[in-house]
Nanobody, 116 residues
Framework: QVQLVESGGGSVQTGGSLKLACVTS????????LAWYRQVPGNQRALVAS???????NYAHEVAGRFTIARDNDKMAIYLQMDRLKPEDTGAYYC??????????WGQGTQVTVSS
């Protein structure tokens, strides 16, 4: 049974930083592409960043240059370093596989709130 556990969210001011973590279990981690999503109330989850099994990264245009996705195969975890945060980055962040993969059961997410 696959489990995804996100953590690291919080409340920061504009320009601040946070580092999110997603620890997985029950997943063929080293061969899995993974991704971070953001959801705000009333909207669908939107792809923020993805990382392939061999470390190739992609970012939504609004976060490129500010966010960095990384993975640790030994810890079966992915991370999202979020710098120069903006109020529009506010939302619940989730990890899962990229949209072109069959989705895993979603975790509880971690809330990020950026105040101006």
């Amino acid at each position: 049974q696959v489990q995804l556990v996100e953590s690291g969210g919080g409340s920061v001011q504009t320009g601040g930083s946070l580092k999110l973590a997603c620890v997985t279990s029950g997943l063929a981690f080293s061969t899995s592409d993974l991704a971070w999503y953001r959801q705000v109330p009333g909207n669908q989850r939107a792809l923020v960043a993805s990382i392939s099994s061999d470390g190739i990264t992609n970012y939504a245009h609004e976060v490129a240059g500010r966010f960095t996705i990384a993975r640790d195969n030994d810890k079966m975890a992915i991370y999202l370093q979020m710098d120069r945060l903006k109020p529009e980055d506010t939302g619940a962040y989730y990890c899962n596989v990229p949209p072109n993969w069959s989705p895993l059961t979603w975790g509880q997410g971690t809330q990020v709130t950026v105040s101006s």
